[in-house]
Nanobody, 119 residues
Framework: QVQLVESGGGWVQAGGSLRLSCAAS????????MGWYRQAPGRQRERVAY???????DYSDSVNGRFTISRGDAKNTVFLQMNSLKPEDTAVYYC?????????????WGQGTQVTVSS
């Protein structure tokens, strides 16, 4: 089992910044990637950004150029720096980890942290 603990959500005015943090613990083996998803009320969960074990990154079109994902110095930690926030960025943000354990793939999500951007 893998536990993901997120922090850093909150309320900010449009144009402001927030930084999300996530730390994975437990049975973390052969991590392929870590990243962030988000889900706004009445909408499907969407992937925001991820970073692979080889440090390749990918962003959704809606956040590309405004958000930056990075690894922490501590193993299995990841950050999401969110700049130029817009009201449409309001959502619950979930940390995600993907990897393999004994050749079996796994995916886990955190409990989520609320991000609210006011206009």
């Amino acid at each position: 089992q893998v536990q993901l603990v997120e922090s850093g959500g909150g309320w900010v005015q449009a144009g402001g910044s927030l930084r999300l943090s996530c730390a994975a613990s437990g049975s973390v083996f052969k991590v392929n990637a870590m990243g962030w998803y988000r889900q706004a009320p009445g909408r499907q969960r969407e992937r925001v950004a991820y970073i692979t074990s080889g440090d390749s990154t990918d962003y959704s079109d809606s956040v590309n150029g405004r958000f930056t994902i990075s690894r922490g110095d501590a193993k299995n930690t990841v950050f999401l720096q969110m700049n130029s926030l817009k009201p449409e960025d309001t959502a619950v943000y979930y940390c995600w980890i993907s990897g393999y354990r004994d050749l079996t793939p796994y995916d886990y999500w955190g409990q989520g942290t609320q991000v609210t951007v006011s206009s």
